[in-house]
């Protein structure tokens, strides 16, 4: 089992910046991937950023050039570094971690409005 713990949410005016975090503890396996999805109102959850196992990353286009996501394997953790935020940018943002089997986060509500 691997738990995940997500941080950083919060309420930023159009413009800002937000730094999630999202710690991974249990049975880590040597090899995994983590992403972050995000589900606004009303809306499919959807992919925001993704790193793989080798460090190849991945972005939704609606995010590219403001959000870099990187990971710390030593702790293990990722972080999405969140530039630039727009309105639309709103959602509940979730931590994915996947080796064999997938893992999912609470979730970390973002609020971007002035």
């Known amino acids: 089992q691997v738990q995940l713990v997500e941080s950083g949410g919060g309420l930023v005016q159009p413009g800002g910046s937000l730094r999630l975090s999202c710690a991974a503890s249990g049975t880590i396996f040597s090899t995994y991937a983590m992403g972050w999805y995000r589900q606004a109102a009303g809306k499919q959850r959807e992919l925001v950023a993704f790193v793989s196992e080798d460090g190849t990353t991945d972005y939704a286009d609606s995010v590219k050039g403001r959000f870099t996501i990187s990971r710390d394997n030593a702790k293990p953790t990722v972080y999405l570094q969140m530039n630039r935020l727009k309105p639309e940018d709103t959602a509940v943002y979730l931590c994915?971690?996947?080796?064999?089997?997938?893992?999912w986060g609470q979730g970390t509500q973002v609020t971007v409005s002035s």
């Open positions: 994915l971690y996947s080796d064999h089997k997938e893992y």
